[in-house]
């Protein structure tokens, strides 16, 4: 790849021209250098058990550039094809830069605020000084969260004040296509007391693309009482790098979802933290995911008990073909506090072909007796007897194998609370075992095109919440 004149290192130097060109106050520049200072430190894992697959989310920095340029985008030619026209309450980010942004009156009457990081730190200052001085996503913990806080040139915040009810999803569209340089982000969702919100982010590669970079930042904060609901849909093209460094914290008698759907880039390496820090809170994640041809994917998910009487879950599934890879680390941790606490992770892959490969590495560190977590975990290849029933009915392979596919995401798919991420969800997937892409606004336009309604949805019950028990 031929780097531009715009593009220019990640050293200091692009720390602070990409600052000053964004004329952000003095302090969150020091912020900016603090997080590269420990980006420059620290190693790709720091975590010993976890050692040995670092370099299956490796990738060439020096491929991708950092650019203080803004990328000029034109809303109707640069989003044709991801819009149906019927949007509303969504921003729209092309590259690093905020195309679009509209939040009906109703709301904004409310309260609710959605806004791109610029305006942000313009209009809420103060808020905003506090998030980035008191990060959930630390950057002195990996190297990539550290990444993302000090070369961030987008993202957004959420705001939802107190009592406040969004039942129809908020929604942040980023679509990539051939970036100057990285596009790399930082977000902030912030519900107070009561409140309850859905929001929907989406990642997309146009056609034609060149090879880029995404990195972002999610911080997710629930007030005493609150309901979030929270998903995230992958979608870049197979020259796409995405990191992704994701915290959920739940507050006394809250309760939090995160929902995510993996299916595209190169290489992807994600990390979810659920901090259960409020008593009665109850936080769940649902992580899906479906590779193909040499997709390297690295997830790591941790629910982390600081509260008494919470509840956390976390469920993951994935299908690998080709030559994919895959590595899932999750740990459950229970502090001495935290009585009466309740916990449960799993991972379960599906091997297509036997030149693909999974890995599990499930954990658990408990310091109070009076709690109950779970953990389980599966690889495994398709079952030929499963098959061969299938096809005793009259099912192709192709057929048979796809109906096992689609069956073994149900357990975790139908769990997923958000009917949009939910139904889109299947309909990607369906998309990806054909070799297509598919959008939500795909989705949408085949369904007003055949006047389809979407099923009630029943929940699978998941057997292996039955097994690996642990008092």
């Not at 009810?165 to 596009?183: I, Q, Y």
């Not at 979030?228 to 020259?239: A, F, M, N, R, V």
């Not at 408990?366 to 099912?395: C, P, W």
């Not at 054909?434 to 009630?456: C, N």
Request: hydrophobic share 40%; with cysteine; charged share 25%.
């Amino acid at each position: 790849m031929t780097v531009s004149q715009s593009e220019v290192a990640f050293d200091e130097g692009a720390v602070r021209s990409l600052s000053a060109s964004l004329s952000e106050p003095a302090w969150l520049t020091e912020a900016r250098l603090a997080a590269f200072r420990a980006f420059t430190s620290l190693p790709a894992e720091t975590n010993p058990l976890y050692t040995k697959y670092a370099s299956l989310s490796g990738f060439d920095l020096a491929k991708f550039g950092a650019s203080p340029e803004r990328t000029r985008v034109d809303l109707r030619q640069f989003f044709g094809g991801y819009l149906t026209g019927k949007e509303k309450n969504i921003i729209l980010q092309g590259n690093e830069t905020e195309v679009h942004s509209e939040l009906d009156e109703g709301l904004k009457s409310k309260g609710v605020e959605l806004l791109s990081m610029q305006e942000a730190l313009t209009r809420r200052e103060p808020l905003m000084r506090e998030l980035l001085g008191k990060r959930l996503v630390d950057p002195a913990g990996d190297k990539y969260a550290a990444f993302a806080a000090a070369f961030f040139n987008g993202g957004s915040l959420v705001f939802v004040p107190k009592g406040t009810v969004v039942d129809a999803p908020l929604r942040r569209m980023v679509v990539v296509g051939s970036p100057k340089g990285a596009v790399i982000e930082q977000n902030f969702v912030c519900a107070e007391g009561d409140s309850r919100l859905v929001f929907l982010e989406e990642f997309y590669s146009k056609e034609g693309s060149t090879p880029a970079l995404v990195a972002s930042n999610l911080e997710v904060r629930g007030g005493p009482g609150s309901h979030l609901d929270y998903s995230s849909i992958q979608l870049l093209d197979e020259q796409a790098v995405f990191l992704s460094n994701r915290a959920v914290r739940t507050a006394d008698s809250s309760t939090a979802t995160f929902s995510s759907l993996s299916l595209g880039a190169s290489v992807s390496r994600c990390r979810t933290n659920f901090l259960l820090d409020g008593r009665g809170s109850l936080a769940e994640g649902f992580e899906l995911f479906f590779t193909d041809g040499k997709q390297r994917y690295d997830f790591e998910s941790n629910l982390l008990h600081n509260s008494p009487d919470s509840t956390g879950a976390t469920h993951a599934r994935g299908v690998l073909k080709g030559e994919s890879q895959s590595v899932y680390k999750g740990m459950i941790k229970i502090v001495g506090a935290a009585k009466n606490s309740r916990s449960y992770l799993a991972h379960h892959a599906l091997i297509l072909e036997r030149t693909a490969k999974s890995d599990a590495i499930p954990g658990l560190e408990i310091d109070n007796n009076e709690v109950k977590a779970t953990h389980s975990a599966s690889v495994a290849q398709i079952d030929e007897e499963q098959l061969f029933y299938l096809m005793a009915r009259g099912l192709s392979l192709d057929e048979a194998r796809r109906m096992v596919v689609t069956g073994f995401f149900e357990p975790v798919l139908s769990r997923v609370p958000i009917e949009q991420t939910r139904e889109g969800a299947r309909f990607m997937i369906e998309g990806k075992w054909e070799g297509r892409k598919r959008s939500l606004a795909d989705r949408e336009a085949l369904l007003a095109e055949t006047g389809e309604t979407v099923p009630e949805a029943k929940q699978s019950e998941d057997i292996f919440e039955r097994h690996y028990k642990y008092r």
